[in-house]
């Protein structure tokens, strides 16, 4: 007798009934790109529909997100160039974009909207790279231990601003550990920690910095003469390795992170699973700005339909394994109802 499994594919209707993955509105996490000022919108060249906010727009934006039913934000500064230093110090800033983004949104919003941060260093060291630079006999390096004082001050000052989770995005062996004390030890026992615990060397990150002006500088002036590296392979994972992601998600899970990320999201796809297989927190996955682009462009030359290439992608993020996907797709997926 032939098996017939399309039977079940007769009707819409039958093809609902049976689906396995779905995308609620509250699986999304929208991200948001917030710069000092007020009535400021400024477009992304390198990321078609999307832009840079200042506060005060920025909040029309959140107003839209929760009306289309989305939960949760994750909040990204930019600051001017004559704030960047080699430490990076403005990241702590009580007054930074991100600290009066988040009480502005808290404000607004109370506890409707999860309000989330990303920390690191990048976009606020004049370097660009996420941690802390430090001259060695085997040249500049990115000083891990020196920079996670730095971290987690800028964690305690958007936690002080009202921050629902921090999400530390550098790669720093133990900051998770260190977020953790410094949170505690000033009573926000309650703010959680979205840790980027797995997180690739990728080419896909590339219109971000554009946006953020996070790209690593191997400036050489203030290190002998010696060029920093100009890009993270010291500190982000080796797209070759799956077995160090399974590793550095267990360790963020020992030092007390709440829900792991892995990013990119599509090339990463069995990672993503791997993770979700491991641990019983949630898992979040980052479509990341050079996905976004990708189908972008793809869309604009006509290589797709972008309402169904867009859903299928983030459905494949879900039926990996992700419980939350970051993206920004967010709010135009979902006022076109292109996830129905
Ligand atoms: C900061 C950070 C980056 C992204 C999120 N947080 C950039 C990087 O690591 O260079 C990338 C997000 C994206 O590409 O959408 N460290």
Redo the contacts with the bound molecule.
């Keep these: 007798m032939v098996k017939r499994p399309r039977r079940l594919r007769t009707t819409a209707a039958l093809r609902t009934m049976v689906a396995e993955a779905t995308i609620r509105p509250e699986q999304l996490l929208a991200?948001f790109f917030v710069v000092p000022g007020s009535h400021e919108v400024q477009p992304i060249a390198a990321l078609p529909g999307v832009a840079r906010y200042s506060v005060d727009r920025l909040l029309g934006q959140l107003e839209r997100a929760l009306a289309l039913g989305v939960r949760s934000v994750m909040l990204?500064g930019v600051v001017p160039n004559d704030l960047k230093t080699p430490g990076g110090e403005a990241a702590a800033a009580a007054d930074s974009p991100v600290a009066q983004a988040i009480r502005a949104a808290r404000a607004a919003f109370g506890n409707d909207l999860v309000i989330t941060s990303?920390v690191?260093l990048?976009?606020y060291t004049d370097h660009g790279h996420?941690g802390l630079l430090h001259p060695t006999a085997r040249g500049v390096v990115i000083d891990n231990d020196l920079s996670l004082a730095g971290l987690a001050a800028m964690a305690l000052a958007h936690a002080e601003a009202g921050a629902d989770l921090v999400a530390p995005?550098?790669m720093m062996d133990g900051r998770v550990a260190a977020i953790r004390q410094a949170l505690d030890a000033q009573g926000f026992t309650e703010v959680g920690i979205l840790s980027?615990a797995v997180?690739y060397a990728s080419a896909?990150?590339?219109?971000?910095?554009e946006a953020?002006g996070?790209?690593p500088q191997g400036v050489s002036s203030r290190y002998n003469g010696m060029i920093p590296p100009t890009d993270?392979q010291t500190y982000?994972l080796d797209p070759r390795n799956a077995r160090e992601a399974r590793r550095e998600a267990a360790l963020d899970e020992a030092e007390g992170a709440d829900l792991l990320m892995v990013?990119?999201a599509l090339p990463y796809l069995d990672i993503i699973a791997a993770v979700r297989a491991q641990t019983t927190l949630p898992v979040a996955a980052?479509q990341?700005?050079?996905e976004?682009a990708m189908l972008k462009a793809a869309a604009a030359a006509g290589a797709c339909a972008e309402p169904a290439a867009v859903a299928e992608s983030l459905l494949s993020i879900r039926r990996a394994g992700a419980d939350i996907i970051i993206s920004?797709y967010t709010l135009e997926a979902l006022s076109q109802g292109w996830l129905e």
């Design positions: 991200p990204f990303d690191c990048c976009a996420c995005s550098d980027y997180k896909f990150y590339g219109p971000f910095r953020a996070s790209a993270r982000q990013k990119p980052y990341v700005s050079g976004y920004y």
